[in-house]
């Protein structure tokens, strides 16, 4: 009976695994862009959107590298959120020095809103174009191709979302190469889904939207007392398959600085998976069965291999084995083809150990997110 069972859970997390291996996150590591038709691109207006809370060092290299960006008709709005470090001043500076740049400086948050989506909606508000381009201010685009091709699909294909990828830079040690792999995870979850008509989240880093549907739908109705969720939040809420596409393209991404401890770290991911639950129910299941299916493979998979061991049923863990293997290599294959896509570089070596990791990530810091309550943007 025992093995029965072990059988079953091994085979369930085993199909669900290469559903989702194949079919869904395959439209991300292998996906191949449309011929563009000869109809010649609409250079509308774009505006940079960055909310800023004391980022001078970051803001001092970023905004000479905006500026850098190929496209003719844009302009960048730096919302510096009650900075108390030299933001203002260099700023100033850099408005001279660019006369494109333009700012918007909140001064305090009103207690029945957070404060990262107050100070967007402010700079969103003001914004000379109708397309929007968001980033963070640790993040540096990495082409100057970035603007044309991230707005692409809201300029020219009539979408209301762009969703684009934002990686990291690629640093030594475990903590970095784990935040590699987690980033590409979360890229094929909702890349991935997306691309299948079935959008249900986006990140900041790197995202456009219509002003125009921004107001429409009264900015973050509904969503201001959320902490986080001015990006996932608001593309879970809106965005469908017919008003949204995804750009995969290395050029089109940002590239921010990563965390380089663990504390950090899990503060950061604490606040990301925290919002999480406010998701639709059947958003929550597109992940849910990923991880619940994951956690089946794994604690199936070890337990069948040590029954069968003690047993010394040696044909059938060979089999079990076998199945293994062919997981592994599949997951070696989809991530590595995904991080090309996305990064164009080759992805780290230790994606079996980060694979298995993602199981205590998930239901251990995932749990402990949901259920708490100290959470902050700055």
């Excluded at 850099?94 to 494109?100: A, L, Q, T």
């Excluded at 640790?138 to 209301?160: F, L, Y």
Aim: glycine share 6%; net charge positive.
């Amino acid at each position: 009976m025992a093995l029965f069972l072990l059988w079953i859970i091994f085979g369930l997390g085993v199909l669900i695994q290469l559903i989702y291996l194949l079919p869904i996150f395959g439209r991300t590591a292998f996906f191949r862009p449309k011929v563009k038709s000869q109809q010649a691109e609409k250079e509308e207006g774009v505006t940079v959107v960055i909310a800023a809370h004391n980022e001078f060092k970051n803001l001092k290299v970023l905004i000479p590298k905006l500026f850098e960006q190929d496209y003719p008709n844009f302009d960048v709005l730096i919302i510096d959120d009650r900075s108390r470090d030299r933001t203002p001043r260099l700023l100033a500076e850099m408005m001279d020095r660019y006369p494109k740049l333009r700012t918007v400086t909140v001064k305090y948050t009103p207690d029945h809103v957070t404060s990262k989506k107050y100070a967007l909606t402010l700079g969103i508000k003001v914004a000379k174009n109708d397309v929007i381009l968001l980033t963070d201010a640790d993040c540096i685009p990495a082409s100057d191709q970035w603007i044309r091709k991230m707005t692409a699909p809201v300029r020219n294909d009539g979408m209301t979302f762009s969703l684009g990828f934002g990686g990291y830079e690629s640093l030594k040690g475990f903590l970095n190469s784990w935040i590699q792999f987690e980033t590409i995870q979360t890229a094929l979850f909702y890349l991935s889904f997306a691309s299948w008509k079935a959008p249900f989240m986006g990140i900041g880093r790197n995202l456009c939207y219509r002003k125009s549907f921004f107001m429409d739908v009264k900015a973050f109705k509904d969503l201001w007392h959320f902490e986080g969720g001015d990006d996932d939040l608001f593309i879970n809420k809106y965005a469908t398959g017919k008003n949204t596409k995804v750009v995969i393209d290395a050029d089109a991404r940002t590239v921010s600085i990563p965390k380089d401890t663990w504390k950090d770290y899990f503060r950061q991911k604490k606040r990301h998976l925290h919002v999480g639950k406010q998701y639709k129910s059947q958003d929550k299941m597109k992940i849910g069965w990923f991880a619940f299916s994951h956690l089946l493979f794994w604690a199936g998979g070890i337990g069948l291999l040590i029954y069968l061991g003690l047993e010394q049923n040696w044909e059938q863990f060979l089999i079990v084995l076998g199945i293994f293997l062919v997981r592994v290599l599949l997951v070696i294959w989809i991530y590595s083809k995904a991080n090309k896509k996305l990064n164009g570089t080759k992805t780290r070596s230790n994606i079996l150990i980060n694979d298995l990791i993602y199981i205590g990530y998930f239901w251990g810091l995932g749990t402990f997110s949901h259920q708490s309550k100290d959470i902050k943007w700055k």
